[in-house]
């Protein structure tokens, strides 16, 4: 059964750092692209950040320079690095396994067929 389960949110102030994890089972990381993306209340979802097989990045203007998007194939995880959070980060993330090796199209979600079910960032102080 292919399974996405993401950790590490929580509640953190303004300027502070979480790491997020997505450990995938059932399939090989490895052999796919992996996506963040996330999703406010009232808001539509915003592709955050996508990763290639071959460790190729992509970010969203909105957090370039602040997340890091990364994965470690033997332990079959993908991990995304936020710092200096700010409020309007706040959000349920959620990560994502492309169709594909590389991020075509990433951003819209549209080409991801495994979700995981989401944790909660909240920036706040």
């Known amino acids: 059964q292919l399974q996405l389960v993401e950790s590490g949110g929580g509640l953190v102030q303004p300027g502070g750092s979480l790491r997020l994890s997505c450990q995938a089972s059932?399939?090989?990381?490895?052999?796919?692209?992996i996506g963040w993306f996330r999703q406010a209340p009232g808001k539509e979802r915003e592709g955050v950040s996508c990763i290639s097989s071959g460790s190729f990045t992509n970010y969203a203007d909105s957090v370039k320079g602040r997340f890091t998007i990364s994965r470690d194939n033997a332990e079959n995880t993908a991990y995304l690095q936020m710092n200096s959070l700010k409020p309007e980060d706040t959000a349920i993330y959620y990560c994502a396994a492309h169709r594909l090796r590389w991020c075509r199209s990433w951003s819209s979600g549209a080409d991801f067929g495994s979700w995981g079910q989401g944790t909660q960032v909240t920036v706040s102080s």
């Open positions: 059932g399939f090989t990381l490895a052999n796919y692209a």
